[in-house]
């Protein structure tokens, strides 16, 4: 294919220079060998006309010169021609930055984390909101570049592996999984040969590191929550002391509960919790074997 699109330059190059009296010999060359010269051997070997030091230079030497256009010769009158320079506006700037390879890698990864994270966390709103905006700002962006399937699936599953390994303990299988699919994915992810429009290393190597990062703190948090000692509910009352205040009611945590004990309660005394039935704290003495 390389092979093909170099010929197919090649002879469109020799054609054009043909159409315009230039030098198709050099044209084919810089093509296919990529060769360059400088402006004055670039005027001595007929590839271009003249040699211009600016835009208004330029216009006083092509002034009164004859062209030809698709509807015939013109003679070109420029003395009185106004240059007038269009810069890009605001959302063009914009939408420009949006069609960048790795904006795009970064909104459609941020913006597939969001939906999952609002879809595991219903009502959070935030996620889901960021993660909307950004998966739609990155198919805009891909519609404007060569996007590769394979590659585009490869980073779906890399999210998918990712979101599985808070749920499933895998050793951090599902992890590394996802990382390496990520990576492999990004440098798939744009199929074109122009190195203008191709991902950059660094940036996919940085971005790569980053949520291997983030996203071992957020493993490393949940592990810790699981591992942690329930503070609330009935689950979190066993263990905890309680004060006797009659021989059937105990204080705990600013509040009176009725107990049980099998043996009497004497109001004063610290008892510890067994467990909740209901509304009924099941204790025990301290002292009790």
């Known amino acids: 294919m390389s092979?093909?699109?170099?010929?197919?330059?090649?002879?469109?190059m020799?054609?054009?220079?043909?159409?315009?009296?230039?030098?198709?010999?050099?044209?084919?060359?810089a093509v296919r060998e990529s060769v360059s010269i400088t402006a004055h051997e670039a005027l001595d070997s007929n590839v271009v006309d003249i040699i211009a030091s600016d835009i208004d230079d330029l216009m006083r030497q092509i002034d009164g010169q004859e062209t030809e256009l698709p509807y015939g010769k013109k003679v070109m009158s420029l003395s009185r021609v106004k240059i007038e320079e269009i810069n890009p506006t605001f959302s063009q700037k914009v939408l420009q930055i949006i069609t960048t390879p790795e904006i795009v890698?970064?909104?459609?990864?941020?913006?597939?984390l969001g939906i999952v994270l609002e879809l595991?966390?219903?009502?959070a709103i935030f996620p889901g909101v960021v993660g909307a905006i950004c998966l739609i700002l990155a198919f805009y962006g891909m519609q404007t570049l060569p996007i590769n399937v394979a590659g585009l699936a490869l980073i779906i599953l890399a999210i998918g592996l990712w979101v599985a390994e808070i749920k499933v303990v895998s050793?951090?299988?599902?992890?590394v999984g996802g990382l390496i699919s990520f990576f492999l994915?990004?440098?798939?992810?744009?199929?074109t040969v122009d190195p203008s429009l191709k991902m950059s290393l660094s940036f996919l190597i940085t971005f790569t590191l980053i949520i291997a990062a983030l996203f071992g703190l957020v493993i490393w948090l949940v592990i810790k929550a699981h591992k942690r000692t329930v503070a609330i509910?009935?689950?979190?009352?066993?263990?905890?002391m309680a004060t006797v205040k009659t021989g059937d009611m105990v204080y705990v945590d600013g509040a009176l509960w009725k107990a049980e004990c099998d043996q009497e309660l004497v109001p004063g005394e610290k008892v510890e919790i067994l467990l909740v039935d209901k509304l009924l704290l099941k204790v025990k003495k301290l002292d009790s074997k």
């Not at 595991?120 to 009502?123: D, E, K």
């Not at 509910?233 to 905890?240: L, Q, S, T």
Request: charged residues 25%; hydrophobic residues 40%; glycine residues 20%.
């Open 171 to 175: 050793g951090g299988l599902l992890f």
């Open 185 to 191: 994915g990004g440098l798939m992810l744009v199929d």
């Open 3 to 12: 092979e093909k699109i170099t010929n197919d330059a090649a002879a469109k």
């Open 120 to 123: 595991y966390n219903p009502g």
């Open 233 to 240: 509910g009935d689950e979190g009352m066993a263990g905890k």
């Open 105 to 112: 890698l970064l909104l459609f990864s941020i913006g597939g």
């Open 14 to 29: 020799r054609s054009m220079a043909a159409k315009w009296g230039r030098n198709a010999e050099w044209g084919e060359r």
